[in-house]
């Protein structure tokens, strides 16, 4: 089993509409959670981190951390053209190193 | 947020030529640095992680001598591929820690 695992997508969803993306882990020691964006050739960039239970909201963003069940989500609300990208889930371990899913490909269609 | 630079952007070399690529934080120290290696469509895959002041720690499967890591201060490591082959093309990326991680904009090698 995957360290963590994310669906690869593609996920596609009309423009205006909100984008769910998932992602689970096997460590339950795990604390620390990130969102990165990647865009087609270029490195990613950081959306996001959390690191308690619940919602954590940022503009149209929200992450979502279930330390129960192993799982951590981002919701993007009105979802743009631009946002079609890749979405990386990395959990942090005690080394600050980043433990990445494989990636989700989102595509907003206008 | 914290930058991290990378150089050069993009390198095209012969191959058995050694390519040093350069990862600086500009705006903070790092005492740690991480190596990435991306192939088309493909999720990032860490290569090592460089501590400043010592040996680099690398991934199973990462050739160290292969992959030459130096951390020689807190704003700067380098990746150095020796004797490249065209299996090493691929878009490197790095990326320093200061509180989160922070990519720098990688470095697409391309080996003839």
């Known amino acids: 089993q995957k360290e963590v695992e994310q669906n690869s997508g593609p996920l596609s969803v009309p423009e205006g509409a909100i984008a769910s993306l998932n992602c689970t882990y096997s460590d339950r020691g795990s604390q620390s959670f990130f969102w990165y964006r990647q865009y087609s050739g270029k490195s990613p960039e950081l959306i996001m981190s959390i690191y308690s239970n619940g919602d954590k909201e940022d503009g149209r963003f929200t992450a979502q951390l279930n330390k129960a069940s192993q799982y951590v989500s981002l919701l993007i609300r009105d979802s743009q053209p631009s946002d079609s990208a890749t979405y990386l889930c990395g959990r942090k371990d005690a080394g600050n190193m980043l433990t990445f899913g494989g990636g989700t490909r989102l595509m907003v269609k206008p | 947020g914290a930058v991290v630079s990378q150089h050069p952007s993009r390198v095209i070399c012969k191959s058995g030529t050694s390519v040093k690529i350069e990862c600086r934080s500009l705006d903070f120290q790092a005492t740690t640095m991480f190596w990435y290696r991306q192939f088309p469509k493909k999720s990032l895959m860490l290569m090592a992680t460089?501590?400043?002041?010592?040996?680099?720690?690398?991934e199973q499967g990462v050739e160290k001598d292969k992959f030459l890591i130096n951390h020689a201060s807190l704003t700067l490591s380098t990746l150095t591929v020796t004797s490249a082959h065209p299996e090493d093309s691929s878009f490197y990326i790095c990326s320093a820690h200061s509180g989160k991680q922070f990519f720098g904009p990688g470095t697409r090698l391309t080996v003839l």
């Open positions: 460089s501590n400043e002041g010592s040996k680099a720690t690398y």
